[in-house]
């Protein structure tokens, strides 16, 4: 399965962007899907998390309220929809792959497949 994220960019404080998440070479819809983001000297952190179908879904608690998760299985693609961005938002976003059973989409080591991350940078 191979990831493509795209969407980042440079933008002001209280602004939107959406990020994408491209998948292909696989059955998208076997996939649990989840974002990521390291910020510069950081270590990389969960962000959300969405089920297979997209009935199930989870935020860190530092863009609950702000950020929506979503996918379209029919375009092979998940989303983040993020709003009302603040500057320490600003990282490199991944996507990641579960194919797996874990329930606990908040762990790194749980994903089988990664994107190559799109960048986000958000000034004040």
């Known amino acids: 399965v191979q990831l493509q994220a795209s969407g980042g960019g440079s933008v002001q404080a209280g602004d939107s962007l959406r990020l994408s998440c491209a998948a292909s070479?696989?059955?998208?819809?076997?996939?649990?899907m989840g974002w990521f983001r390291q910020a510069p000297g950081k270590e990389r952190e969960f962000v959300s998390a969405?089920?297979?179908?997209?009935?199930?879904?989870d935020y860190a608690d530092s863009v609950k309220g702000r950020f929506t998760i979503s996918r379209d299985n029919a375009k092979n693609t998940m989303y983040l929809q993020m709003n009302n961005l603040k500057p320490e938002d600003t990282a490199v976003y991944y996507c990641?792959?579960?194919?797996?059973?874990?329930?606990?989409?908040?762990?790194?080591?749980?994903?089988?497949?990664w994107g190559q991350g799109t960048l986000v940078t958000v000034s004040s």
């Open positions: 990641a792959a579960d194919l797996g059973v874990s329930a606990n989409l908040r762990r790194l080591a749980v994903y089988d497949y």
């Open positions: 070479g696989g059955t998208f819809s076997d996939y649990k």
């Open positions: 969405i089920g297979r179908r997209g009935a199930r879904t």
